[in-house]
């Protein structure tokens, strides 16, 4: 009987202490991580084509053709999709702690591997690269529903939305960082290795040594992970898995008792077995008519709203370039020499990140639980709809010289709106409404479907942006829909978003077993064991 469990009520009711913040700090360090891997990516794909991709006599440096662009890039979302349906199904079958400490290690042996790509040819070193960023990719996947499911079931109710918000609020540290370790590994050797601009010396601008400098920028993110993985494989197992899923009471007391501060005593008289009646009403799977007819609405809540919010999100790659030669930040690519572009981009992307990206996720901390998921997330959808079609309709303003600060304000405010928005609340959402034995799985559809968005955001849009007249599409790719109306398009998904949240309930301040009604039987058929049940929380 899931709410007449103490060691619930008492997770439910406990005071925030300094375990809530230690497992924010374990599990955050996983996003750190995933973030400084999946974007540290696009720092060096610039000098990846320099130094693979060099033609004689070009106007301009060597660059990555599309197909392998798309492949170095992308790969990895692919992996981070499969990842997170596997392991979100595994974190239910064999329990959150075991496949935690997995999820890690691949993804510390994976980055690596990343950098020591093996051979010298632009094809094989590609395709070494693109395998273990795959696999990479795989055991990140793993980290988001996991890492969820785990703050979820730690936390209290007052607070568990900051404290779930909090953990993924760490890819915004993540990205930072991947920004300042290609600043500083980038100048370093800019310094030792000095180098002429392209336009004046094409072969020498791509020092050997610049070889180097992509692969210790995509190995750095092992660190991290290693760092952590003592300590995740210290954390016990939530007290909720172990009481709902492996039906283990008093080890799931003696848990909760070690690690808060809060005397629970086992109640083995509540692992009675339960008539069949019962079992039927509360331990359906994910693919029964139970399911459909209980969670059904809110998973396609969920995984819809995640799908959408990721194809508005990954897109900012079409303007990301466009913007920072707007306004000085990168000059002509042959202008600087290789170290020198790579040091632009990255200390570009980390102002947008300081700027924007990060106060948008903690401004979802502080404020998750006071406004509610719901309200959060309509208004971030609200906004970006909002900014998107002001973005689309007057383009050609935007485009002349004088006007395009205001660009760049409108695109911040954009994706500040995102981090404040849909982008934190579609992965704190499915953590909390599916019952216990299918939380990591359903997390794991919801985030998989987020990534799907994201690989259609992240390529769908790079061939759909390019100019209506294919004399001006960029080198390897077809006539696009052009710029103007793919923002209007990304318009549009905004605007779908805001309907789709809708199907999702709100979640703040409720306790876990009465979002996913895994007390729905006991209402039913245990109404006088409910009567006779007492409840003594200790806080």
């Known amino acids: 009987m899931a709410n007449d469990l103490q060691v619930l009520n008492a ?7 300094l375990y809530h913040f230690t497992a924010i700090v374990i599990a955050g360090m996983g996003f750190f991580t995933d973030a400084y891997d999946l974007f540290c990516i696009s720092m060096v794909t610039k000098l990846l084509g320099r130094i693979y991709y060099h033609h004689d006599n070009a106007v301009k440096p060597g660059s990555l053709p599309p197909n392998v662009s798309a492949a170095v890039t992308g790969v990895a979302f692919c992996g981070t999709l499969a990842g997170q349906l596997f392991f979100g199904w595994l974190g239910d079958k064999l329990g959150r702690k075991k496949v935690y400490g997995m999820t890690l290690m691949i993804m510390v042996i994976c980055s690596i591997a990343s950098g020591l790509s093996f051979g010298h040819t632009p094809k094989s070193v590609m395709a070494t690269l693109c395998f273990f960023r795959f696999w990479l ?70 020092v050997p040594q610049a070889d180097f400098v992509w692969r210790i920028i995509l190995m750095f993110g092992a660190l991290p992970a290693a760092l952590t993985y003592y300590w995740r494989m210290k954390m016990p197992e939530t007290a909720r898995y172990t009481a709902l899923v492996a039906k283990n009471l008093k080890q799931a007391a003696n848990d909760m008792s070690k690690v808060m501060q809060v005397e629970i005593e ?23 008519k139970q399911f459909l007819h209980r969670h059904g609405l809110h998973l396609l809540g969920t995984t819809s709203t995640w799908f959408l919010l990721d194809i508005a999100f990954y897109s900012q790659n079409l303007f990301q370039k466009d913007i920072f030669s707007a306004i000085g930040w990168i000059p002509p690519a042959q202008t600087m020499n290789a170290l020198d572009e790579v040091y632009r981009i990255a200390r570009a992307q980390t102002l947008i990140a300081l700027c924007s990206t990060v106060p948008g ?19 971030g959808f609200f906004f970006m709809t909002v900014f998107m079609f002001a973005l689309a309709i007057p383009y ?37 409404i599916f019952p216990a034995r299918l939380r990591s799985t359903c997390h794991g559809i919801s985030a998989a479907a987020g990534k799907a968005g994201a690989i259609v955001g992240a390529f769908g849009f790079l061939y759909a942006a390019q100019p209506t007249d294919p004399k001006k599409a960029e080198a390897g790719y077809p006539a696009g ?59």
């Open 11 to 17: 997770l439910d009711l406990a005071k925030t202490q």
């Open 137 to 206: 990719g795989f055991g990140i996947g793993g980290d988001y529903p996991l890492s969820a499911t785990i703050m979820s079931e730690y936390a209290n109710k007052k607070t568990r939305g900051a404290f779930i918000a909090a953990v993924f609020a760490m890819q915004g540290f993540g990205i930072l960082a991947g920004g300042m370790v290609a600043i500083i590994v980038s100048a370093a050797f800019k310094d030792a290795f000095p180098a002429p601009a392209y336009q004046d010396a094409p072969l020498a601008s791509t």
């Open 266 to 288: 086992a109640e083995p008289e509540k692992i009675e077995p339960v008539s069949e009646e019962r079992r039927g009403a509360n331990e359906f799977g994910l693919f029964t």
């Open 361 to 379: 996720y903690w401004f979802t901390v502080a404020f998750i639980d006071r406004i509610g998921r719901f309200a959060i997330q309509l208004m």
């Open 396 to 432: 050609n303003h935007w485009t002349h010289k004088d006007h395009r600060i205001g660009f760049v304000v409108m695109y911040s405010l954009t994706f500040f709106f995102a981090n404040f928005g849909p982008n934190a609340t579609t992965f704190v959402v499915p953590a909390e």
């Open 481 to 539: 829909i052009g710029v103007k109306n793919s923002l209007i398009v990304l318009g549009v998904v905004n605007f779908l978003g805001m309907l789709f949240t809708f199907c999702v309930p709100e979640s703040n301040g409720k306790s876990l077993e009465d979002l996913s009604r895994e007390n729905e039987g006991e209402e039913e058929n245990g109404a006088e064991m409910r009567a006779t049940s007492g409840r003594t929380v200790p806080v």
